[in-house]
Nanobody, 121 residues
């Protein structure tokens, strides 16, 4: 059983930057493709970014491509999401997920509880 716990600064101004992280425990971190999803009120959970087990492959949604960067540190069992050029529309609960398979079509087995990110204009 893999446990995922998200953390990071929760509030930023539009145009600013914010970094969040997700610590994994209870499994072999490098076995998993890791990803970030987000969900805002009244909407479905949407994919944000994914990274392969070795960090060599990444995949982003069109809405964040060029602004967000996903990375991982397998020695620390942690995945990161650096968010730049933030927009109010980026406000959401951000969830960390662990799964298996290619970064573009993995099956996610484990989810964190989420961390609220708010971008104010």
């Amino acid at each position: 059983q893999v446990k995922l716990v998200e953390s990071g600064r929760a509030l930023a101004e539009a145009g600013g930057s914010l970094g969040i992280s997700c610590a994994a425990s209870g499994g072999t971190f490098r076995d998993y493709t890791m990803a970030w999803f987000r969900q805002s009120p009244g909407t479905e959970r949407e994919f944000v970014a994914a990274i392969s087990w070795n960090g060599r492959s990444t995949y982003y949604s069109d809405s964040v491509k060029g602004r967000f960067t996903i990375s991982r540190d397998n020695a620390k069992n942690t995945v990161f999401l650096q968010m730049n050029s933030l927009k109010p529309d980026d406000s959401a609960v951000y969830y960390c997920a662990a799964g298996r398979g290619d970064v573009k079509a993995p099956s996610y087995d484990y989810w964190g509880r989420g961390t609220q990110v708010t971008v104010v204009s």
